[in-house]
């Protein structure tokens, strides 16, 4: 099974808002206690370790370049 990196959702905004809400009135610690734990049940979900260390390899670039971007904004 491909990666698929294309919404698979019919109202993206409503799963964005959903996971948005979930963190409401979390603590920094608490919401990041949160995200891991969605994570693992999500990977777990997927079951198939290929497509979840592509998934981990296009999230690093995406923080990689979402950081690089900032850098460059701010010179």
Do not use: W, Y
């Not at 109202?11 to 979390?26: S, T």
């Not at 979900?45 to 900032?70: P, S, T, Y």
Request: charged share 25%.
């Amino acid at each position: 099974m491909p990666l698929s990196t294309n919404s698979n959702f019919a109202r993206p905004d409503d799963a964005f808002r959903a996971i948005v809400e979930a963190h409401r009135g979390l603590t920094d610690e608490q919401s990041a206690d949160f995200d891991a734990a969605l994570v693992l049940i999500l990977a777990n979900h997927i079951g198939d370790l290929d497509v979840l260390c592509e998934a981990i390899g296009l999230a690093k670039r995406r923080m990689i370049d979402g950081q690089q971007q900032q850098q460059q904004q701010q010179q």
